[in-house]
């Protein structure tokens, strides 16, 4: 038995990734966030956030998945599996770029503005602005390609309505822009 993939639930977790990189941009681009998160000051707004944004990207991203595969032959045939491990190695590039950028970009813009030449700030730089970065592409990359590729596997059955394609270009120029 071969289930309709329900486009409503698609272009609401679209959606969803939509509003959260106009999020993500007003948290870096303004200065709303740039208060202390806790009287530690152990972080700042504006990072604990993307932290937790990224959790919330992650898990939509994963419910698309699970959306994208419907019940069908190549269902856990090793296809599947292949593009199955590809995302979960994205997620965690993903995650463990954000862990290291967050943290090491507050470290950066905290304590290293102004002597960038000491040991410990050339460490923290490099994590905030190289290493956490190609984890993040490497890891952001696999997810993508993972859920490009599972839309071979499983399909897409039915004709899609102009109002479908008109909101999958809205959330890709969304997506782009973010």
């Keep these: 038995l071969v289930q309709k993939i329900d486009m ?11 509003l959260l ?8 681009l303004t200065d709303w966030f ?20 990224s959790l919330v990207s992650l898990v939509v991203a994963y419910l698309l998945k699970k959306t994208i595969e419907y019940n069908s032959p190549a269902r856990e045939g090793r296809v599947h599996l292949g593009w199955n491990l590809v995302f979960i190695i994205g997620l965690y590039l993903t995650a463990a770029s954000y862990g ?3 943290v090491t970009n507050y470290l950066h813009v905290r304590f290293c503005l102004d ?4 040991d410990l700030c050339r460490i923290v730089i490099f994590n905030d602005d190289e290493f956490s ?3 993040f592409f490497t890891g952001f990359t696999l997810v993508n390609v993972a859920i ?3 839309q071979n596997v499983f399909p897409h059955q039915a004709l899609l ?15 782009g822009a973010g």
């Design 8 to 18: 409503k639930n698609i272009h609401l977790l679209l959606g969803m990734q939509s």
């Design 21 to 28: 990189a106009i999020f993500v941009s007003i948290n870096r």
């Design 34 to 53: 740039s208060g202390y998160a806790l009287p530690n000051e152990f972080l700042r707004w504006v990072e604990l956030n993307n932290i937790l944004v």
């Design 100 to 102: 290291d950028h967050e």
């Design 115 to 118: 002597n960038p030449s000491s």
């Design 133 to 135: 970065h190609w984890l």
């Design 148 to 150: 490009l590729f599972l």
């Design 161 to 175: 309505s102009r109002a479908d394609v008109g909101l999958l270009l809205l959330n890709s120029l969304f997506l």
